[in-house]
């Protein structure tokens, strides 16, 4: 595997939304790579969609974002099937 840089995860993007880190690539498109594959080690290899090339990210476990789990709110079926039972 051949690696065209290696890159400091501080100067990449981090997209919440996405939850994925991107930084440019000389193709014009962008390496990505997904938060959860940093937090469990599964890789540090972002690679670009359009072109072969791949970087390293350069990072310290403790050092990435955490995410928030967000608890739904209870249904709106379960509220009226309560309300016709009271």
């Known amino acids: 595997m051949s690696i065209y840089d290696e890159i400091e995860i501080e100067d990449m993007t981090y997209d919440a939304s996405l939850g994925l880190y991107h930084f440019p690539c000389p193709c014009g498109d962008r390496f990505e790579i997904v938060l959860d594959e940093l937090r469990d080690g599964t890789t540090d ?32 079926v379960s509220a009226g099937v309560q309300a016709a039972t009271a």
């Open 45 to 76: 290899i972002a690679v670009c969609p359009s072109c072969s090339l791949m970087i390293r990210v350069i990072f310290d476990v403790e050092s990435l974002p955490v995410v928030e789990l967000k608890v739904a709110a209870p249904s709106l």
